[in-house]
């Protein structure tokens, strides 16, 4: 079954999108019946993947065009700058950092199991009810790590960021299935001297397995379910 986050997060996007004059925080609170330190901890993951604004008064709303424009449309510094702003709270259930996606920097190779591991993060993601994001050269402290190895060893024929794209599409396609490339999106920015990769992730409308398995998000991890939990969870996650 979803977790309590995930619903509440949910919920709170459906309040915000049904009131565009936006909603104080207190109120929220009561229309869910949380606590208001709890919806402020919920406001602040959910800027993860929703352009979320708030006003003097302290209402917080969704900018519907940024929102209905979906992605893609930001100004590059920034979001560089909110990138920053997010590394430094840390991963949450909305935020994955991943150091690399084919450089193993422990055993010094290029490693087919870091681009797994993205893969198996990005199918969490999209089975999940809000999405997420991955942002690829963030080690798990927080430090940017850039991807100049990985560019390296991503596509030696092409060792730039087209070809290290190209090479996560392939993965991402191949494993998840074609139609995935409805539910992710992946951009490039720079932090200082460092480039990142972010992979913005919408929740899938049914179902997506990664090797015959189904993976959820669960805190700020991604878990395989067993058969029972999976059946469970998607009976609640894709109500008809």
């Keep these: 079954m979803t977790t309590t986050k995930a619903s509440r997060l ?8 049904a009131h565009p ?22 406001i602040i993951d959910l800027t993860i993947v929703l352009p979320i604004w708030e006003d003097a008064s302290g209402r917080v709303g969704i900018q519907r065009d940024d929102y209905l424009a979906s992605y893609g ?9 909110e990138l920053e702003t997010l590394i430094a709270r840390g991963e949450s259930e909305l935020l994955e950092f991943k150091v690399a996606a084919c450089w193993n ?53 092409k060792q730039d960021r087209d070809g290290y794209e190209l090479v996560l599409r392939n993965a991402l396609n191949d494993k998840l299935g074609g139609d995935s490339v409805l539910f992710y999106e992946i951009r490039f920015f720079q932090i200082h001297s460092d480039e990142v990769c972010r992979v913005k992730v919408k929740p899938a409308s049914k179902p997506v397995y990664f090797r015959g398995s189904f993976y959820v998000r669960n805190g700020n991890q991604t878990r395989r379910l067993t058969t029972q939990e999976a059946v469970e969870y998607m009976r609640d996650r894709w109500k008809e």
């Design 10 to 17: 949910f919920q709170i996007q459906h309040l915000l999108l």
């Design 21 to 42: 004059e936006g909603l104080k925080q207190s109120e929220i609170a009561r229309h869910l019946g949380a606590h208001r330190s709890t919806i402020m901890r919920d």
């Design 73 to 81: 449309l930001d100004e590059p510094k920034r979001i560089a700058t």
């Design 105 to 157: 920097s422990h055993r010094q190779i290029k490693d087919a199991k870091m681009v797994d591991n993205i893969v198996e993060t990005v199918a969490g993601f999209m089975n999940s009810l809000m999405g997420g994001v991955i942002l690829i050269g963030v080690a798990d402290d927080g430090q940017v790590i850039g991807l100049a190895d990985d560019y390296r060893v991503a596509d030696v024929k």
